[in-house]
């Protein structure tokens, strides 16, 4: 795939935009390089109490350099707070100690951008000049564009909402059905019969029927055999703990993997809330290896509010909320990424 150059501060914006799959809010985000290459992207939410602002900037410093390969950073300050000419910067604080904090990893701050609810502009530049551009001018960016064609587009806010499930019982039933199937099988019987399924769907161009829905949700409510399932998403032979746990040393398939995403979103919409937790867990799960760790963290919330007690997805909220980075995110060989881009 040809490699973008992003060459405008419009350009990194919508490249933050699509990266993300939203907007941020009241957000720090960094964007790791290694000379003119993009690596690791990361977003993380404002400090909102003074004081905060070291124990803040090496949290941050912390991520950051999860990529070994980094040796500077972009910022952007997303906020609402504004400045007069004369005052500081909002977070002036953070982005001082930030500076500080990863001066001593031997990284520097390359460029900043300050982001309103209106315009942008420099983050070194002058409050009130004509330096600012409108936030409308991202929509006409060549990489805004170029992410457009290939299909993405960006959430106004980060919250996700799922679509409403209907005939819930019947769902159920049709899923009770099949895991009293499994239940009667041969444990290594039960578990071939459900990677060959899952390996099917995962090959296939189309999505599956309901029935296979049902049967593929029914797989995942017994542990052994979800987790196998989520090892099978990246198509590795590799241990499974490994591939988990993104540790592997080659490169996930990282197409099959949001294929995955895109089938279990169709099936959560066929089951019922009895039988959802692992399927929003497994999504969440994926999430946390592409590095979205906010969109991670609510997929597992929405997994924990159907079943409160579900232990892999309270397990891996914690995991999410400790700032443990998925293996693959700290080379930028085997990273996510939407798009492969440059800096001029």
Not at 36 to 50: C, F, K, M, V, Y
């Amino acid at each position: 795939m040809e490699k973008l150059t992003i060459k405008t501060p419009s350009d990194v914006l919508s490249f933050i935009g699509h990266t993300l799959g939203f907007w941020p809010q009241e957000s720090l985000v960094c964007i790791t390089m290694n000379e003119n290459s993009i690596g690791a992207t990361l977003r993380i939410d404002l400090p909102h109490q003074p004081g905060q602002e070291l124990s803040y900037a090496r949290t941050v410093a912390h991520y950051l350099t999860s990529d070994a390969t980094a040796t500077s950073i972009l910022f952007a300050v997303y906020t609402s707070e504004t400045s007069q000419p004369g005052q500081a910067r909002p977070q002036a604080g953070t982005i001082a100690a930030l500076t500080g904090v990863l001066a001593e990893q031997g990284i520097t701050i390359r460029d900043g951008l300050i982001v309103g609810d209106e315009t942008f502009s420099p983050y070194d530049g002058k409050p009130g000049t004509s330096l600012a551009l409108p936030i409308s001018s991202t929509q006409t960016s060549a990489i805004n564009a170029e992410f457009i064609y290939r299909g993405s587009f960006v959430e106004p806010t980060s919250l996700i909402t799922l679509a409403p499930a209907g005939q819930e019982s019947a769902k159920a039933a049709a899923i009770e059905s099949h895991m009293d199937s499994i239940r009667t099988q041969p444990t290594e019987s039960a578990l071939q019969h459900g990677r060959e399924l899952w390996s099917d769907m995962l090959r296939s161009t189309d999505f599956p029927s309901d029935e296979d829905c049902h049967e593929l949700v029914a797989n995942l409510q017994f542990p052994a055999i979800r987790d196998r399932l989520i090892a099978d998403i990246p198509g590795m032979d590799e241990p499974m703990q490994q591939i988990l746990f993104a540790q592997t040393k080659e490169p996930p398939k990282w197409s099959r993997i949001e294929w995955a995403q895109q089938l279990l979103l169709h099936a959560y919409t066929r089951t019922s809330p009895e039988h959802a937790a692992p399927v929003l867990t497994a999504i969440g799960y994926i999430n946390w290896w592409e590095g979205k760790g906010s969109k991670a963290h609510q997929f597992l919330q929405l997994a924990l509010d159907t079943d409160p007690a579900y232990r892999l997805a309270r397990l891996s909220d914690q995991m999410v909320g400790s700032g443990i980075v998925a293996g693959w995110n700290m080379n930028k060989n085997t990273a996510y990424k939407a798009l492969p881009f440059d800096m001029p």
